[in-house]
T-cell receptor, first 116, second 114 residues
Framework: NAGVMQNPRHLVRRRGQEARLRCSPMKGHSHVYWYRQLPEEGLKFMVYLQKENIIDESGMPKERFSAEFPKEGPSILRIQQVVRGDSAAYFC??????????????FGEGSRLTVL | GNSVTQMEGPVTLSEEAFLTINCTYTATGYPSLFWYVQYPGEGLQLLLKATKADDKGSNKGFEATYRKETTSFHLEKGSVQVSDSAVYFCALRPSTGTASKLTFGTGTRLQVTL
């Protein structure tokens, strides 16, 4: 049973370019969460999605950041016109539907974005 | 709002020493509480959890007790090993609101030496 799969593991972009990070949740999980971890800091919630719906985006920066979780395919976190301050590890987590949830999140290994 | 406060790291211990990492929280109602561990270059893994007051979570020799009266969930281990070197995160899930939206502490780095 594959865990949460994220790719790419490492991504280097120059300022002004776009970054796309992908996340495939665990089998049977329909809820996806994105977190950002800045160097030497904890994880900060960004967005929570279900298939084709954004449920909670209270942690997303107002500009340049967007997320989707289409009916088919992985969830994507998109960062447009990246700046050096976007350099961080981006973690995706998934959980089963609420009725089967114990509150635990299952994390991927993260995508580490470096902006030059 | 909800928040989690952890003791600052790094914590450096010799193998077989006793470990305590403090965690306190602020939340309304009765949140669920978690400890996650992050090994170098990896994602977070659930270490243990407690869902109601006075519950004790335990796993791999680690324990934490949900103390409602002191709003705490301190992590303990009687005898640490070098392989326990990692970053430990305390987290809470509120009793209401978004399904599994967790609030994390800033993490405590543990280094265990021979």
């Amino acid at each position: 049973n594959a865990g949460v799969m994220q790719n790419p593991r490492h991504l280097v972009r120059r300022r002004g370019q776009e970054a796309r990070l992908r996340c495939s949740p665990m089998k049977g999980h329909s809820h996806v969460y994105w977190y950002r971890q800045l160097p030497e800091e904890g994880l900060k919630f960004m967005v929570y999605l279900q298939k084709e719906n954004i449920i909670d985006e209270s942690g997303m920066p107002k500009e340049r950041f967007s997320a989707e979780f289409p009916k088919e395919g992985p969830s994507i976190l998109r960062i447009q016109q990246v700046v050096r301050g976007d350099s961080a590890a981006y973690f995706c987590a998934s959980s089963p539907p609420a009725s089967g949830s114990t509150g635990e999140l299952f994390f991927g290994e993260g995508s580490r974005l470096t902006v030059l | 709002g909800n928040s989690v406060t952890q003791m600052e790291g790094p914590v450096t211990l010799s193998e077989e020493a006793f470990l305590t990492i403090n965690c306190t929280y602020t939340a309304t109602g009765y949140p669920s509480l978690f400890w996650y561990v992050q090994y170098p270059g990896e994602g977070l893994q659930l270490l243990l959890k407690a869902t109601k007051a006075d519950d004790k979570g335990s796993n791999k020799g680690f324990e934490a007790t949900y103390r409602k009266e002191t709003t705490s969930f301190h992590l303990e281990k009687g005898s640490v090993q070098v392989s326990d070197s990692a970053v430990y995160f305390c987290a809470l899930r509120p009793s209401t609101g978004t399904a599994s939206k967790l609030t994390f502490g800033t993490g405590t780095r543990l280094q265990v030496t021979l």
